[in-house]
């Protein structure tokens, strides 16, 4: 009896000591990377966004959603500041993720997580806004354009995620946790060490073959997902997605609005011809352009990104859209 009351006391003392560490940790990250925009609350969600640019009658604002475990840093590394000399541009963290909160009882599928964002263009009375979709930002981006089709002009999807696998990346293993409470356990003793060991291996994996940007850690804001929340919300986006994107997936031929896509050939998270080639095939007149490098473009290729964004902008106005060849 004694051997068993000690064992559990050295388990006690070590999960506070876990969950002291990751409550540091996620100070620690918020206080060397605050908050840098406004919030607007919505049905289901206090959205934290920062505002580029100036509206234009005769362009639409461009709105960018950010994938799976990312925040807006992802955007305001640079491709946001290079849109904004032209078009005005809003960049969000999703519900849950960065510095945005997500309602106790609102639920992290696409649905709820497009409604959110069609909220915030009616709020910001943007009218028809272009929006722009990386990664699982990309899925929502197309659940936007088919459930809330007045608040779309067009969409520009970069390395999207677009139809259900079977499987999960490697590198998000640990986001598989179906028990909401187990989820949360893990969020506040193993998840932030666990991060802090193997962010070597994950960067590597999300960026490669291209190479991790030294700078990353903070103008790309990658110390925010050293926090218990960012692993609550990641695991929830990921868990929640196969109870939409099946149906999702289904609709794609209702969309009316230009669609263009970009995908690095090697990239390693998503598959270019599973997501890429699969979404344009089954929409007459989409795009994809095929470029060298990884599934973080909007981070390693900058210019690039940008570019493509602004020629997808440009096909839905009617003009003139850059080559293929013009972006690669």
Do not use: C
Not at 7 to 20: D, E, P, S
């Amino acid at each position: 009896m004694n051997v068993f009351l000690a064992v559990v006391g050295i388990l006690a003392i070590l999960l506070a000591i876990l969950v002291l560490f990751s409550w540091y940790t996620a100070r620690k990250v918020e206080s060397v990377l605050p908050a840098k925009g406004r919030y607007v609350d919505v049905p289901g969600a206090r959205l934290h966004i920062r505002e580029f640019g100036e509206q234009n009658a005769e362009r639409p604002a461009i709105l960018m959603i950010h994938g799976l475990a990312g925040q807006l840093s992802h955007y305001t590394y640079g491709v946001a500041g290079r849109l904004a000399a032209r078009h005005r541009v809003i960049v969000v963290d999703r519900p849950g993720s960065g510095y945005s909160t997500r309602a106790p009882e609102a639920s992290a599928d696409l649905s709820a997580q497009a409604s959110a964002l069609a909220a915030l263009i009616r709020t910001l009375e943007l009218g028809p806004s272009f929006v722009v979709g990386h990664s699982l930002g990309g899925a929502i981006a197309l659940t936007l354009a088919l459930e809330h089709p007045q608040q779309v002009a067009g969409l520009a999807l970069l390395a999207p995620l677009t139809h259900m696998r079977d499987d999960v990346p490697p590198v998000f293993k640990g986001l598989t946790i179906a028990s909401p409470r187990m989820r949360k356990l893990v969020a506040w003793t193993l998840a932030i060490p666990a991060s802090v060991k193997n962010s070597k291996a994950t960067l590597e994996a999300v960026f490669g073959p291209e190479a991790v940007p030294q700078d990353f850690a903070t103008k790309g804001g990658g110390l925010l997902s050293l926090r218990p929340s960012a692993f609550l919300s990641a695991s929830s986006d990921l868990q929640a997605l196969p109870a939409r994107l099946p149906q999702v997936q289904e609709r794609y031929h209702e969309l009316r609005v230009p669609v263009s896509v970009l995908y690095g050939k090697d990239d390693r998270i998503l598959d270019w011809k599973a997501n890429g080639q699969a979404l344009v095939d089954k929409l007459p007149g989409a795009r994809l352009v095929l470029v060298e490098g990884g599934h973080m473009l909007p981070i390693t290729q900058v210019d690039l990104t940008a570019d493509f964004i602004e020629a997808a902008l440009a096909g839905t106005q009617g003009g003139s859209t850059a080559t293929d060849a013009a972006v690669r």
